[in-house]
């Protein structure tokens, strides 16, 4: 009994907890630390290049809005505003001389969809591992209960005593593994669902933008059917 005493913990606290844990334990607890800085760091980095994102798509749609055609729009020299009015420009070249419009509005349309596509996936990379953690790590803090249950029965058969200082320590650290799931896991969620309100509101400001460079890419092709100034035509009467 005496050497069984001898391995408590001076205190309960957190960190002599983990201190005299399993090695089992002590893993289990140590991976999911790392996965809830995981999770801040995810927040904070993803965080900032959403609000870059979505103000610089504020500010190609505002440039397109305000412009009468391709050429006239203010965006940005490198963005997602530029890649679709550079997709627009190519294909208004590439289909100069052809007479049917509506497969050239197709074929703009099919280009900026994988575009926009593109920008998606970009945006939402690093969000994954969110859902990874919510989902999992509950079920980790889970394995390191189980464990530290164990310990408490294995302390139990050797020192043949039930009393609570036989058991308090693999009871303490199960819990305390228990606790860290949950730590890991809930922010991870909550973030990860905040992240899919931010990722929902800039791919609508997105497809904004997209039907915007279309508008200006319809506009630019009836002035291309129009007669040049100075051409010398009469009016017909």
Known sequence: MSSVTNQLPPDLSPWQMFVHADPVVQTIMVV???????????????????????????????????????????VLDAGIGRRLLDHAQDELQRSSGLSDKAAMKERLASRLERAELAHARQLRRGTGVLATIGATAPFVGLLGTVWGIMNSFVGIAHANATNLAVVAPGIAEALLATALGLVAAIPAVVIYNYFGRRLTAARAELGDLSAGVERLFSRDLDRQGMPGKGAGDAPVR
């Open 32 to 74: 999911l630390a790392l996965a809830s800085l995981l999770t801040w760091t995810v927040l904070l980095a993803k965080g900032m290049e959403l609000r870059s994102a979505q103000r610089e798509l504020r500010h190609a749609c505002n440039g397109v809005l305000q412009a009468e055609q391709l050429a006239d729009a203010n």
